[in-house]
């Protein structure tokens, strides 16, 4: 039997108040098509090839019946949206939209939608929205007229609930009788977002990363951040205010193949419809501090790596000057005008920027230098985080370090990248035991057990899922020093992803969290603000505790790699009032899918404790592979 002693008396560590949260880049469609709940896919006609060999305006369109459709630029919406559909026909013929990857949509009976266009036309047209298979099978339509706009430009609004439960379906614009018009903006939302919010998110997805507790969130990248051109870079004011005013850009994540099927990304672009704006709504919703991650001038190393010459870089440092006031600034300033606008008079409170992902070498620190000298200057509040480059260790990773010996005082904190093997992590349990607690603080911002080096080959099974919950009792063991820590990337769309594995999955109507989605969340939701002197016996099984804020309550995290069950005995300094235990476990080969999405997840369960009252011993078998959370309730009178 395992003896673990636990001394809540003496305080070894504190731990970072946002220990744990969630990293959101647009990849493997995460964004539109995925969190992004719009349900119309190139919406308003931007698609566009990047090499102008062919033309994608009419991509994720189709015509219904003999309808004349092509594409207009006289007199566009505005300077943003540069295109527009004409249509011309007869009765019940229009205009088909495929959806997200061509896959259409699903919809369940009594669900309403919300639906808005921006239409032009010379004499009144009627025209019928519907949502119907290719054989004409309808679950749901309505009619609507459009008045008579001339030169300009009108939008229609209207809700449609579908009658009936269909799992694929094509929304439908139909005339009702012979006319002509131009069409844009195109958008079919699900009426049910989370929180009920405009323009909001898919709300199981969003309800994926509200039972993450997470205490901040890393937005928008990752390589979207970097671009692979300075067209492509991301630029945030491209993502705010009204949706008719905010451009296309086509998905850095376009010109990868997808890795399991072969396909292409073409159809892989950037609405911007999850813009700052919403971002930083979305972070208050889920009660995250917001970590913006801004461009420092370059493109993404690893491909063509463009340079923004340092004397050049000003357009960019007012970028985040501006995007502070954005965030920050009073409704009377600029910037914050432009929030209240938006309908957030009150500031978003935003305290940390990353400045690029994974940059590395003298390039980019000469270029981290003038924005932190900027930001000091103007905002010596904000904590701004560097980077360590793409990987954890070599040359790159200790030229990093080396330039932060010698400018200790530039950085809050250093954003470390690992996608590793399952062993690597179980051999850098005690990564951070001994990091110099002088230098900036340490991110763990993109890791992922790696099962296999072929990307294609690479399964989130339990086996990984256990080595990462290991690591991070390390990473608590240190969380002084490591502040922040998140796993990457955060969802994959099944069938369409660039890269995996990811930590949720979802199609059109479902969603599943992989065995590493269960081991954040119960490291995230039971997690205290002192980590408390333990020790243990047997050096097989890994463990930390902690302390919660006012001392009562005691969270113990104990992961058992061993392919036998082991017993363990606690032994605490304080009386136990109650206690409820949480177990997660498999066969290392395990995984969830979406047939069967609770393969691996928590089971939960109240300890029974002895009838006269309080104990300060509990004794548990921990069964093979598991990770166990402990939650108790200590009484308030310490012995």
């Not at 998905?251 to 292409?264: A, D, F, L, P, S």
């Not at 208050?284 to 190393?301: F, H, R, S, W, Y």
């Not at 509040?381 to 010996?405: K, N, P, V």
């Amino acid at each position: 039997m395992t003896d673990i002693t636990i001394n809540t008396s003496k305080i070894t560590n504190p731990v970072s108040p946002i220990l744990y949260g969630i990293f959101f880049e647009d990849i493997n469609y995460a964004g539109d098509g995925g969190l992004y709940a719009e349900l119309i896919a190139n919406r308003s006609f931007e698609y566009f090839d990047r090499d102008n060999k062919t033309d994608l305006r009419k991509m994720c369109w189709e015509t219904v019946g003999d309808c004349h459709f092509s594409i207009g630029t006289r007199f566009p919406l505005s300077k943003a949206h540069p295109n527009y559909a004409h249509l011309s026909g007869t009765a019940k013929t229009g205009l088909r939209n495929l959806g997200f990857c061509n896959e259409g949509l699903a919809v369940r009976e009594g669900q309403t939608f919300r639906f808005s266009c921006h239409a032009r036309n010379a004499a009144p047209v009627r025209l019928t929205l519907r949502l119907a298979d290719r054989d004409g099978n309808c679950c749901g339509e309505k009619s609507f007229s459009l008045v008579r706009a001339g030169h300009g430009w009108a939008k229609y609004n209207l809700t449609l609930t579908a009658t009936a439960t269909c799992s694929l379906v094509y929304p439908e614009l139909l005339l009702e009788g012979e006319a002509a018009l131009d069409l844009d903006l195109i958008s079919l939302f699900p009426a049910d977002t989370y929180l009920g919010r405009e323009n909001g998110m898919r709300r199981d997805l969003a309800q994926m990363l509200e039972a993450l507790s997470p205490k901040f969130l890393r937005f928008p990248g990752g390589c979207i951040v970097e671009g692979r051109s300075f067209e492509n870079m991301y630029r945030w004011k491209d993502t705010i205010g009204p949706l008719s005013q905010r451009p296309t850009n086509w998905n850095r994540w376009q010109m990868e193949e997808y890795q399991i099927n072969g396909q292409t990304s073409q159809d892989y672009f950037q609405s911007y419809g999850i813009g700052y704006y919403e971002y930083f709504c979305l972070c208050e919703d889920l009660g995250a501090k917001p970590i913006p991650v801004m461009n420092a001038g370059m493109t993404c190393q690893w491909h063509e790596g463009l340079l923004v010459s340092p004397d050049k870089l000003n357009p960019w440092i007012q970028d985040i000057l501006d995007l502070i006031e954005f965030a920050n600034g009073p409704a009377e300033s600029e910037w914050g005008g432009r929030r209240a606008a938006m309908g957030h008079p009150e500031p978003f409170g935003l305290e940390y920027i990353g400045i690029g992902n994974e940059q590395w070498g003298e390039v980019y620190f000469e270029r981290y230098a003038l924005f932190q000298e900027a930001i000091a200057e103007k905002h010596p509040e904000i904590r701004l985080i560097t980077c360590a480059g793409w990987t954890s260790e070599g040359q790159d990773f200790d030229t990093a370090y080396d330039w932060m010996h010698a400018n200790k005082e530039k950085a809050y904190a250093v954003d470390e990248h690992f996608y590793k093997s399952p062993e690597w992590f179980l051999q850098n349990i005690h990564r951070y035991d001994d990091y110099d607690r002088t230098l900036p603080k340490v991110f763990a911002g993109e890791y992922a057990a790696h099962t296999h080096e072929d990307t294609s080959k690479r399964v989130c099974n339990w086996h990984a899922a256990l080595s990462e919950a290991a690591f991070l009792t390390g990473i608590e063991k240190n969380a002084d020093h490591v502040v922040m820590a998140c796993y990457a990337p955060l969802f994959g769309r099944t069938g369409h992803q660039q890269w995996q594995p990811n930590l949720i999955w979802f199609d059109n109507d479902r969603v599943y969290g992989t065995p590493s989605y269960y081991v954040q969340q119960l490291f995230s939701n039971h997690v205290g603000v002192s980590l408390v002197d333990t020790t243990l016996t047997d050096a097989a099984l890994h463990t930390s505790a902690t302390l919660s804020e006012d001392g009562n309550t005691l969270f113990l995290k104990l992961v058992n790699l061993a392919d036998t069950p082991q017993a363990a005995a606690l032994h605490i300094d304080r009386p136990i009032q109650s206690a409820a235990l949480y177990e997660l476990f498999g066969e290392p080969d395990a995984v969830n899918s979406h047939e069967a999405p609770k393969n691996v997840a928590p089971v939960s369960e109240t300890i029974s404790l002895p009838k006269t009252g309080t104990t300060n011993h509990l004794e548990l078998t921990l069964k093979k592979y598991s990770l166990t959370v402990i939650e108790m309730k200590l009484d308030t009178n310490q012995e």
